[in-house]
């Protein structure tokens, strides 16, 4: 570079310099950009903010290693939804054959979009808010609703961590309290508690002693200072792991049913975390040369892999669970039928001759069950015998927290040494819960960080304190039902909204050839044309085909949750009242009404999209962004222009830099898919340069 060139002589100073783009450009010896950023958003007015955000990319902390950052990713993904909610869903849905609508909708909407998620944080190293901003501004909304439906989902998710916390404790004791009935004394009287006669021991506790829980959603019942508790140890461990920083995370019939299908796209969404903006948040510590391909193919795989494995185990534990409740039955049964025959109620010619009731098996049993019933046709009814078929059992499915703190504890109750099982499956529980809302968390402090430049650690707790006293209306006796609301409504259909238009930005408003080359460029590699059709066409067909099935399924079949009624110690679906459809209603637009706010206030000009300006700027040697105004026909067209003709200079040729095997003069040496290896991109908005 001359000596008189003003760059020169203040490169190692301290005073900031700003130069033309045409006198940079004009100089005998090419830029190096290696060891420059160059970005094109912003305002009139921010040059030393936009600075400061450009030495902050530079600067961003970055994985320890590549294993680090797949397990954070793993931990995310898989969470306690792959225990509980997959394998009742297989259930529920047909076994086996509910893999086949998973599986295909894992294949053209699951893995494509977790492979775009993962190559926009990479890429622009931003989090969710600064990432749609930059590939589309008018839908820069997009990154603020991942926010709300994130702090949606960590409001309820960590009262679920909460309940394993206190199971946790409560395990450290033989035998574990969940496994009898507690007995009521009256003097020398002493009976069971009706409650839990009626049902059964891990019932009672989990809806007695656990959430101690009201008959229904309008009975608040005040907090249950147990729950709140734990609800504290939960946030403080999250808060901590958060603050420290990235480092600590490391049947065919069935088959046609357009609600298996929707139930199936809503699990691969809550399975990869797609739309939360973790995904996003995480990837952006990469380095951009990283092969996310690779890692969203793998991360799917050990993803599905998991939740198969999960199943399988689940349903070994609920058949040993089966068993063992068809035994009880047929015992409680055969001492019915032995107390109707010393009353002579029943005839003992009605029981089979090799029957011996000392040793009955269900085989036995199910045969004088099906004579008596022949012979007793009328009176049947009033002997009150059940038929004890293991199918039955088997069919009592339960769902979500019911297959944790009751399928389960039942099930550890009859294995030995059950405290230390019970241990081990709250400790799952807690680390499993733990990985997610640490995504979960990353997916809100990330964009909020990187887009307003709070400080870190005061943000943080400040969001956990918040979400701590918000989360104490999921730990009021009747929290239970909120939970239930904010599981299967508030967020199902707002991150439905938010994922569609995330593959809308990328593939038909930034361009999904354009994003396409952009991935050669980062990887090394061009991705297969697979993703091409999936992003631009199959993805987002399916996803608007499910979405509005989703909403037929809302007016059709009106919301409700399971509420457990004390008298008669069992479940009743009843529907939410007006008051709490108007507060799911208002969850589900405020979770999207950023979308649209944005829209228009960008749309109007109301609020500044950063684009149409640009300068360059150097201190220190090293090229920084810096803004000034940007006419139409400034000598900056010369390396934004996609025809550079287009732009009168007098300045030599130039060609701008267009990846691997260029010989534009503005490339250097070095691997041209590092961090800066797109080099300038041709475009002329900040959108256009992802």
């Known amino acids: 570079m001359p000596k008189n060139s003003k760059v020169t002589q203040r490169e190692h100073s301290n005073e900031h310099v700003t130069e033309s783009v045409a006198d940079l450009l004009a100089l005998e010896e090419p830029v190096d950009y290696k060891q420059s950023v160059l970005n094109v958003a912003g305002e009139s007015g921010g040059r030393q903010k936009a600075a400061e955000e450009e030495l902050d990319a530079e600067d961003r902390p970055a994985w320890n290693s590549k294993l680090q950052y797949i397990l954070a990713q793993i931990g995310f993904s898989v969470g306690l939804g792959n225990i509980w909610r997959f394998p009742y869903l297989c259930q529920k849905n047909g076994g086996g054959a509910y893999l086949v609508p998973y599986l295909v909708l894992l294949i053209i909407i699951g893995i494509p979009l977790f492979f775009l998620e993962l190559a926009v944080g990479q890429r622009i190293r931003r989090g969710s808010i600064g990432v749609w901003h930059y590939v589309c501004p008018r839908l820069g909304g997009i990154g603020f609703s991942s926010c709300i439906v994130c702090l949606f989902v960590g409001l309820y998710y960590n009262v679920i961590i909460g309940w394993s916390v206190f199971y946790f404790f409560k395990s450290f004791q033989y035998p574990l309290p969940w496994s009898e009935c507690p007995v009521i004394r009256n003097g020398t009287t002493a009976v069971v508690e009706p409650e839990c006669e009626k049902s059964s021991a891990t019932t009672y506790f989990w809806y007695r002693e656990a959430l101690d829980i009201s008959n229904s959603i309008s009975e608040s019942g005040g907090l249950n200072w147990k729950m709140t508790l734990c609800l504290l140890v939960a946030w403080s461990i999250v808060g901590m792991a958060v603050v420290k920083g990235i480092q600590s995370s490391g049947k065919l019939d069935k088959m046609l049913d357009p609600q298996v299908w929707r139930e199936a796209a809503t699990q691969v969404f809550f399975a990869l975390g797609l739309g939360f903006g973790g995904v996003i948040a995480f990837s952006s510590y990469n380095k951009q040369d990283n ?27 609920l058949g040993f669970k089966a068993n063992i409740m068809n035994e009880k039955c047929v015992v409680e049964n055969a001492e019915k039928i032995l107390g109707y025959l010393n009353s002579n109620v029943l005839s003992r010619d009605l029981i089979p001759p090799h029957v011996n009731f000392s040793h009955l098996t269900t085989k036995d049993y199910s045969e004088m069950y099906n004579v008596i019933m022949t012979v007793k046709e009328n009176q049947f009814s009033a002997l009150g015998l059940d038929p004890c078929l293991l199918e039955d059992e088997l069919d009592k499915s339960v769902q979500g927290t019911g297959l944790a703190f009751i399928a389960f504890t039942e099930a550890m109750t009859h294995f030995p040494a059950s405290p230390f099982w019970s241990v081990m499956f709250f400790l799952m529980l807690i680390n499993l819960g733990l990985g997610s809302m640490i995504g979960t968390m990353a997916g809100i402090t ?184 940007l006419e139409e026909n400034d000598e900056t067209r010369f390396i934004l222009s996609k025809v550079p003709s287009e732009a009168p200079s007098p300045m030599p040729t130039h060609r701008s830099y267009l990846g691997p095997g260029s010989t534009s003069p503005l490339e250097t040496s070095g691997n041209p898919n590092g961090r800066y290896g797109s080099g300038y991109l041709l475009a002329s908005t900040p959108e256009s340069e992802l």
């Open 291 to 317: 092969n996310c391909h690779f890692d969203a193919a793998l991360v799917s795989f050990i993803n599905f892999f998991t939740s198969v494995l999960a199943t399988l185990v689940v349903f070994a534990v």
């Open 446 to 629: 990330t964009p909020i960080i990187d887009t307003f430049k709070v400080p870190k650690e005061i943000f943080t707790v400040g969001c956990c304190v918040f979400a701590f006293f918000v989360g104490l209306l999921f730990v009021q006796r009747s929290g239970n039902y909120f939970v239930t609301m904010f599981d299967d409504y508030s967020a199902t259909l707002p991150l439905t909204v938010i994922v569609i238009l995330e593959n809308i930005a990328v593939a038909w408003i930034y361009g999904t050839k354009k994003f396409m080359q952009e991935l050669t460029e980062m990887l090394g590699f061009r991705p297969y044309r697979f993703y091409f059709y999936m992003w631009k066409f199959v993805s987002p067909l399916f996803m608007a085909v499910l979405t509005t099935a989703s909403i037929i399924q809302l007016g059709v079949s009106p919301p409700g949750y399971s509420a457990w009624i004390k008298e008669e110690a069992a479940e009743r679906y009843l529907y939410f009242p007006n008051w709490a459809m108007a507060l799911l209603i208002t969850l589900i637009a405020v979770a999207t009404l950023p979308i649209p706010v944005v829209f228009i206030l960008r749309h109007f000009h109301l609020l500044s999209d950063g684009s149409n300006t640009l300068s360059v700027s150097y201190k220190k040697g090293r090229m920084m962004k810096d803004i000034s105004n």
